[in-house]
């Protein structure tokens, strides 16, 4: 199975930083990864599929990049409603998730 | 818009069979090309996908759980179904289920909260 893994686990920003979160496979997932946006006590948002396409809706200061095992989640600016728990998901087997991101403010 | 929701007890004890329900709306289960997954995340933890089962009717089980596991699906009723058995405290989670249309999960119930406890 696909181990996923993230960094950082918790990251402190300010509105306006531009932030980056990574995320890792234990092997190569092509192009097969989703960015999900959680907020407490909701369910998980998607963002972004296939590393780098937004879903409908997503601010574009939202994007992703990579490919084989090494991904990134950019926000350009970050805005105060961006403050949330950030996870990675890989669709090449089965699923897995990394063990998310907390965003919070500095 | 696809909805769907969770539903279920709350509470089960140890070494009982934990039971849910995710009832679909605003679409039919049966159309399109879809797998339906239930996921969990522990209290304060991340999440864990549980399991998946194809619009025709094919499964497929985190390999963690699929001793205790089966999933279904009743087009008739647009509900998929979860049965976990021998449950024990770990198994105490927000339990969700979602869609996945090929490209990551879009569509998601609110979640369910079961507790494992005597």
């Known amino acids: 199975d696909t181990q996923m893994t993230q960094s950082p686990s918790t990251l402190s920003a300010s509105v306006g930083d531009r932030v980056t979160i990574s995320c890792r496979a234990s092997?190569?997932?092509?192009?097969?990864l989703a960015w999900y946006q959680q907020k407490p006590g909701k369910a998980p948002k998607l963002l972004i599929y296939?590393?780098?396409r937004l879903e409908s809706g997503v601010p574009s200061r939202f994007s992703g990049s990579g490919s084989g095992t090494e991904f990134t989640l950019t926000i350009s600016s970050l805005q105060p409603d961006d403050f949330a728990t950030y996870y990675c998901?890989?669709?090449?087997?089965?699923?897995?998730f990394g063990q998310g991101t907390k965003l919070e403010i500095k | 818009q696809v909805q769907l929701q969770e539903s279920g007890p709350g509470l089960v004890k140890p070494s009982q069979t934990l039971s849910l329900t995710c009832s679909v709306s605003?679409?039919?289960?049966?159309?399109?090309?879809?797998?339906w997954s239930w996921i969990r995340q522990p209290a304060g933890k991340g999440l864990e996908w549980i399991g998946r089962?194809?619009?025709?009717?094919?499964?497929n089980y985190n390999p963690s759980l699929k001793s205790r596991l089966t999933i279904s699906i009743d087009k008739s009723k647009d509900q998929l179904s979860l049965n976990l058995r021998s449950v024990t405290a770990a198994d105490t989670a927000v339990y969700y289920c979602?869609?996945?249309?090929?490209?990551?999960?879009?569509?998601w119930g609110q979640g369910t909260l079961v507790t494992v406890s005597s």
């Open positions: 092997q190569s997932i092509s192009a097969w």
């Open positions: 979602a869609r996945d249309d090929g490209a990551g999960f879009d569509f």
């Open positions: 605003g679409g039919s289960i049966s159309s399109g090309s879809y797998y």
């Open positions: 998901q890989q669709y090449n087997d089965y699923y897995s």
């Open positions: 089962i194809y619009t025709r009717g094919s499964t």
């Open positions: 296939r590393t780098s």
